[in-house]
DNA sequence: CGATTAACGCGAAGTTGCTCGCGTTAATCT
DNA sequence: AGATTAACGCGAGCAACTTCGCGTTAATCG
């Protein structure tokens, strides 16, 4: 015996495993499509893929595992654009957003690994650090923008990211309407507006693509004994 | 015979059933804090609030009702100021969004409303309405500052009210970290800046209560045109 | 090309979660 | 206060979900 046991998937990952895989991820993603995260479920899943219901629970142990792995397949679905121009890029940021969310599919994907994530907090952490990677990828955008000089210094790139994604999420989970495009030009405006009021600075100047620090981060301006109502 | 059967707690609202009724729910709200959704299940809810399993069963019948009826319990959890601005009403707002959803009770709530309506529709549709109630609720500090002059007469109160809670839910939701008093800064002042830009004045972003035109509407500009699924 | 064994299909067994029927407690009405 | 019956506690029973053992198929290597 080389090593201890594996997950199946593992050791002969070619051809017919392969193959199943990628009916599994589809018929996920079909499913999700169809009636969402609802009616999602490994029986549904082993029908409509015609991959046997005990091959499922062998490689994936749960309905939710099979949504992380989706979602790590549908990774790169919006493309960073790069228009010469920051609040160009937003806009156009804003509309790749819009557009990709605004399919029942990717909705449906939203929707269920935010519920996987509350239930599963391997899936949760997963989910952390997908969500991480993309904001800083997408920071680029902002950190090229400092660099012409559209934006202060100090400004959070991943905070200006993050606020230009919020409003979709928003949109789905919450709200839950639909994403229309002129959400993504009312976010698009309103971030460069805000990032230009200099609203997320940090008052501490980090090097651009520093991953922001771990620690009790106390960070952003005290208000200390901010005159707010005492509820 | 008076009418058909009604669920258990109807006919009969005071006494020993309020009394169990108080219990579940705080047992709920203590469970969500404790372990977040992950580990709610009505086992640990029967143990905790010593009700039985089969009581559970018959008045809220799964876990995800209990949620529901959790949300509407909790439903004035944040005041709304009035400071005489608009500015300093949305910072006010915004820290006492910031405060409610800093507590662990809180954000289990809101991590678990969303997974159960993800999974239950009745619970999507609840879950809508009361966020929807809220956001109109809100929207009253913007058309005050309207009326103030503080914003043009075309601004969107509940697209702002909605700018102002969204950041929050993709804290809690989506970057699954705490929720922090800059946070609340940061988002107050970039509401404000969007608004005073007319980030959110009508025929950006459509009112949230409103009824919407069925029909998807035109598709933004293509300033980009990269192709949607890049894989 | 043939041997080896990982991955799969299949049905049955095991486990968990939910419901039902009945007796008891106490809220509501007279 | 006493009668009525809704709501609850309790354990058994049912159903859905999950796992197991074994035979079959096909990926990988000599």
């Known amino acids: 015996m080389t090593t201890a046991h594996q997950a199946p998937g593992e050791t002969r990952p070619g051809g017919r495993t392969a193959r199943t895989r990628r009916a599994v991820l589809t018929a996920v993603s079909e499913e999700l499509a169809d009636g969402g995260f609802a009616t999602l479920s490994m029986e549904r899943v082993a029908q409509r893929s015609g991959v046997h ?7 994936w142990r749960s309905v939710d595992k099979l ?39 990717t909705r449906g994907l939203i929707e269920a690994v935010v519920a996987v994530a509350a239930r599963d907090p391997q899936a949760a952490t997963a989910l952390r650090d997908f969500f991480d990677e ?5 920071g680029a955008l902002v950190r090229r923008g400092i660099a012409r000089g559209e934006l202060p210094a100090d400004t959070d790139p991943e905070a200006v990211m993050a ?15 639909p994403v229309e495009p002129g959400l993504a030009e009312s976010t698009a405006t309103a971030v460069w507006a805000a990032a230009r009021a200099g609203a997320y600075t940090t008052g501490t100047c980090r090097p651009a693509g520093t991953p922001e620090p771990t ?7 005290d208000d ?8």
């Open 53 to 59: 219901l005990a091959t499922l629970y062998r490689r």
């Open 67 to 105: 949504v992380c792995e989706l979602l790590t397949d549908m990774s790169s679905g919006v493309p960073l654009p790069d228009t010469g121009t920051l609040p160009g890029d937003l806009r156009a940021l804003a509309h790749g957003i819009g557009r990709f969310y605004g399919a029942d599919r």
């Open 134 to 138: 993309r904001l800083v990828l997408a």
């Open 163 to 177: 606020a230009l994604g919020a409003p979709f999420y928003y949109r789905i989970l919450i709200a839950r309407r």
């Open 215 to 221: 620690g009790p981060d106390d960070d952003g301006p």
């Open 224 to 231: 200390d004994g901010a005159p707010e109502r005492g509820d």
